[in-house]
């Protein structure tokens, strides 16, 4: 197999939760033990997001830090760049010169979730594949005509889904342009201890509901929040033996007594 030079491009540093994290991670260690040369860049113009102080900031004290840390801890030191697109333009980590050039030459520039719009930062890029996480909303705001989305997919020259079965019989949605492939989260075994559990219980975290994501397609609706999904499983706990713990925000929380 042929060593391919590539960039993921990702919003770690601006959306500084474990999800995000753990998503990144997985494709950088993942594609660097298949052999490949790997980097990971974040290029955003989108102010980042600082848990200290709660809000989302137009500097990069806590985002190039936490991105650091990341970095050195999942073992991807010194192969990141961060530019503050909403400022200065400065790069950290990466030199500007290292990392322009890589953008342009790269073999590949995997846009996960296409969070980062390369031409809206003045950044050439060679060939820019969307990786597209989180299958049928953008589908359906596509087909409706969505100038935002179509903008988005127009500006990459490859795209890859996590839905397997979209562009199939098995899937009336239809696909994005230039759809190459379908695929999955990448998994790093390893990255999780193994042994005797540490605790009885059985858990999960997630938002509980979340709006204005919705999605309408030729008068179906696809709906976003979690909620409708939990509620299906809201008596689960009293059918089993076993612990179950779910952390969630409770926010509008309203689930039908019976």
Known sequence: MR??????????AGEPYPGI???????????????????YFETSSAWPYDPIREA?????????????????????????????????????????????????????????TGSTRLAEEGLKAGRL??????????????????????TLVDE??????YGENIG?????LTPLPRLRARTRQPVVLDFWKNGVPSRAEFTTVGNWRQKGRDSEYRGETYYWSKHREYLKFIQLPRRTPHPLELATGLIQLRIPMH
């Open 56 to 112: 989302r900031v137009n500097d990069s004290e806590y985002a190039v830090s936490y991105l650091a840390r990341m970095a050195d801890h999942f073992g991807f030191g010194g192969r990141w760049a961060y530019r503050r697109s909403y400022g200065d333009k400065a790069w950290f980590g990466l030199s500007r010169t290292k990392a322009e050039e890589l953008l342009a030459h790269a073999d590949a520039i995997l846009s996960i």
């Open 3 to 12: 060593t391919l030079r590539l960039v993921v491009l990702g919003n770690l």
């Open 156 to 161: 990459h020259d490859d795209v890859v889904t």
């Open 21 to 39: 994290a753990w998503q990144v991670a997985h494709f950088m260690i993942g594609l660097c033990r298949l052999g490949h040369d790997v980097y």
């Open 129 to 150: 594949v969307y990786v597209c996480t989180d299958p049928v909303v953008h589908e359906c705001r596509h087909a409706n005509g969505d100038e935002d989305i179509r």
């Open 168 to 172: 199939t019989p098995l899937c009336p």
